[in-house]
């Protein structure tokens, strides 16, 4: 059962504009959200995080966006950067436990 | 190397051959992760060790699938009689806190193909 879901699997963006990639969730136990950064045969690496106590962290040119009632999420990167093209996965986890991953989005970033 | 390093970095295997895949976690780091990564799939869960003690292994597919980490350091993950649906990356993840739902720390992976 997928409990976090990644519905668009690639995203292509010009350079300077808005990079906005979707994640849904179906636990409603899930109390901690994060965003990884993945290029290509690398580890995925930790961008930002999210409690479910807030609805926006900002970190830098990224924002998580949190809708407890729609149980969705999202990240923006603005502006996008080429050095920014990578996939990214989001992943959610209840309580301290059992961290779940989205199967990722690969995002594009045309200069 | 301050990063959680993996080794070997690609392991072609004959179906039914054993293998072992090591993980040297960031030093000092409490909790350490098997996560399995199909083909244009996301990380899945394997199993979670906090030092020595191995806490969770829900996710090991089946009991070809065996991990220890005796020391509370480096972790080897094996899998014995392995088969072409085994094919896959094998992530490592640490972690300086005790629990699972934290930022991790990945290496690079262990790419396993199995013929």
């Known amino acids: 059962d997928q409990q976090v879901k990644q519905n668009s699997p690639s995203l292509s963006v010009q350079e300077g504009r808005i990079s906005i990639l979707n994640c849904d969730y179906t636990?409603?136990?899930?109390?901690?959200f994060l965003w990884y950064k993945k290029y290509p045969a690398e580890g995925p690496t930790f961008l930002i995080s999210i409690s479910s106590i807030k609805d926006k962290n900002e970190d830098g040119r990224f924002t998580v966006f949190l809708n407890k009632s729609a149980k969705h999420l999202s990240l923006h990167i603005v502006p996008s950067q080429p050095g920014d093209s990578a996939v990214y996965f989001c992943?959610?986890?209840?309580?301290?436990?059992?961290?779940?991953f989205g199967a990722g989005t690969r995002l594009t970033v045309k200069p | 190397g301050a990063g959680v390093s993996q080794s070997p970095r690609y392991k072609v295997a004959k179906r039914g051959q054993d293998v072992a895949l090591r993980c040297d976690p960031i030093?000092?780091?409490?909790?350490l992760f098997w996560y399995q990564q199909a083909l244009g799939q996301g990380p899945e869960f394997l199993t979670y060790?906090?030092?020595?003690?191995?806490?969770?292994k829900s996710g090991l597919p089946s009991d070809r699938f065996f991990a220890e980490r005796p020391e509370g350091s480096v972790s080897t993950l094996k899998i014995q009689r392995t088969q072409q649906e085994d094919s896959a990356v094998y992530l490592c993840a640490s972690s300086p806190l005790a629990s699972n739902g934290e930022k991790l720390f990945f290496g690079s992976g262990t790419q396993l193909s199995v013929l």
């Open positions: 992943a959610a986890s209840a309580r301290g436990n059992d961290m779940r």
């Open positions: 030093s000092g780091h409490v909790s």
């Open positions: 060790f906090q030092n020595e003690a191995q806490l969770d």
């Open positions: 636990n409603s136990m899930f109390d901690y």
